[in-house]
């Protein structure tokens, strides 16, 4: 999948350092890239972003991870990768995801890409863990 510069792939281990170098959470991607769980967006030779996505949140689709590394951002990556999962889970008909009460930019994006609150579970982080839900 392509986008302006960037090339959607599935991630391989060979991936994993690029990932580490701008991955804001914590764990690695070493198990979910053995998975087929993640995919990168690479510019050049040089990986500057990822989205894991599984179907561990009660057997539902779920998008666990979306990073982008600092230097790309504000270019489209972030959807490039989102639309690449949807298309995945589409024929299931639904995909979640979540994120922190307070990270108010990945509420804005669920919000512009017709994500609805689906409840929230406490005491897991700092802020409540806001769950959304979309029906493809």
């Known amino acids: 999948m392509r986008g302006a510069d960037i090339l959607l792939r599935p991630a391989v281990h060979d991936d994993l350092a690029q990932i580490k170098s ?4 914590g764990g690695d991607r070493k198990g979910e890239i053995a998975a087929g769980e993640v995919i990168v967006a690479v510019s050049g030779e040089a990986v500057v972003a990822y989205v894991s996505h599984h179907r561990k949140f009660f057997y539902r689709p779920f998008i666990g991870y979306l990073c982008v590394h600092g230097d790309h951002r504000r270019r489209g990556i972030a959807q490039q990768l989102w639309m690449a999962v949807e298309d995945i889970y589409r ?8 994120t922190e009460a307070d990270n108010q930019e990945m509420l804005l994006f669920f919000a512009k890409n017709g994500y609805k609150p689906s409840g929230h579970i406490d005491n897991i982080q700092k802020e409540a863990e806001l769950i959304f839900f979309k029906r493809l």
């Open 22 to 25: 701008f991955d804001v959470f």
């Open 91 to 98: 024929p299931s008909g639904e995909l979640f995801s979540s």
